[in-house]
């Protein structure tokens, strides 16, 4: 089965502070995302990547930059991140021709 | 921007009911719709999908998809208290490979 892992799987971070998130994904898919869940939001992308070295922005970006530096990789990073942006982060990733998606296990981020 | 309703937003039922979750979008070209299930504490994992109009069955589970209504469900027959979860559908966005999900249903099936 698809394998995506997420690290960490909770953070405490300070309003301000820089935060990375990061996802690994051994199915060797080409498509790669990040989304966050909000109570009564369901999922909501925030950035997505077709190919390594090139990211794209999703619904809700502002605020969250993407890295996406080899085909297994992809990290989301907070550079200042604010009381809003408390949620849990999902990733995922697809492979060409397929739309189903495969999640990693999420991240819980608290700021404070 | 497209979007997905999802009702109810929350459904208690007993063991051994049938369950009825909804879904309404807005763009009658879209050309995948899947539901996904996520446990408690857990990654969101897809359960079925289908492509064009029409029932899906898989073991107790069936989906319906009626583009012309815009209207997409998902059924469970003979509902367990394993099927408590939060209940996710999604269809594809037009002209990418992006899923767009509604807000979901949590679904408390009580022993």
Not at chain 2, 34 to 51: C, D, E, N, T, V
Request: aromatic letters at 10%; one cysteine or more; a neutral charge.
């Amino acid at each position: 089965e698809a394998a995506v892992t997420q690290s960490p799987r909770s953070k405490v971070a300070v309003t301000g502070g820089k935060v990375t998130l990061s996802c690994h994904q051994t199915n060797n898919h080409d498509y790669m995302y990040w989304y966050r869940q909000d109570t009564g939001h369901g999922l909501r992308l925030i950035h997505y990547s077709y190919v390594a070295d090139s990211t794209e922005k999703g619904d809700i970006p502002d605020g969250y930059k993407a890295s996406r530096p080899s085909q297994e990789n992809f990290s989301l990073i907070l550079e200042l991140a604010s009381l809003s942006q408390t949620a849990v982060y999902f990733c995922a990733s697809s492979r060409q021709g397929s739309y189903e998606q495969y999640f990693g296990p999420g991240t819980r981020l608290t700021v404070l | 921007q497209q979007k997905v309703q999802q009702s109810p937003e929350s459904l208690i039922v007993p063991e051994g009911a049938m369950t009825s979750l909804n879904c309404t979008f807005s763009d009658s070209a879209s050309q995948y719709f899947a539901w996904y299930r996520q446990h408690s504490g857990k990654a969101p994992k897809a359960l079925m999908s289908i492509f064009s109009n029409g029932e899906k069955e898989e073991g107790r589970f069936t989906i319906h998809l009626n583009k012309a209504s815009l209207h997409f469900s998902l059924h469970i027959r003979d509902s367990q208290p394993s099927d408590s979860a939060l209940y996710l559908c999604a269809k594809r966005s037009s002209g990418s490979w992006q899923l767009i999900f509604g807000s979901g249903t949590q679904l408390t099936v009580m022993p």
